[in-house]
């Protein structure tokens, strides 16, 4: 699959669309962001492996400690093959002068409303060779 460079704007929109709709707390707009049945992995941060879209609407307004702010950063798209993976970090403002950082590995597919995320694995562990080859289908 070659990517062309409108889809590659449009999936560096993404994070930042992620970003907004959890710092506006607006659940509903996850759900262009995320397919129906994606798969949102969030156990490295302690919280639950969610699958689906309503279980990410519910867990985001219910459950999630949200951070003050998010900062998306170093966005980028890789082709493997038939798939496409998208690689970011996030900036995230605690409150009281801390600031966190995580790693987001998406897998993401073009659907008939436009590009979406299938599958995210968020990691706040440092980046390294292992991690630079996740597997994004389990």
Do not use: C
Not at 17 to 25: Q, T, V
Not at 30 to 46: K, P, Q, S
Not at 79 to 102: C, D, N, S, W, Y
């Amino acid at each position: 699959m070659t990517i062309e460079t409108h889809d590659r704007l449009e999936l560096h929109e993404l994070p930042g669309r992620y970003g907004d709709a959890i710092d506006d707390r607006n659940w509903d707009s996850l759900r262009n962001i995320f397919t129906e049945d994606a798969v949102f992995d969030l156990t490295d941060l302690g919280a639950p492996r969610l699958e689906g879209i309503d279980q990410i609407v519910k867990f985001m307004d219910e459950e999630a400690a949200h951070p003050k702010t998010h900062m998306m950063t170093n966005i980028y798209v890789d082709e493997r093959g038939e798939q496409m993976h998208m690689f970011f970090r996030i900036v995230a403002l605690l409150g009281k002068g801390f600031v966190g950082t995580a790693s987001y590995y998406d897998e993401v597919v073009k659907t008939p409303s436009g590009w979406r995320v299938k599958n995210r694995i968020v990691t706040i562990k440092r980046r390294d060779k292992r991690a630079a080859k996740v597997d994004l289908t389990s």
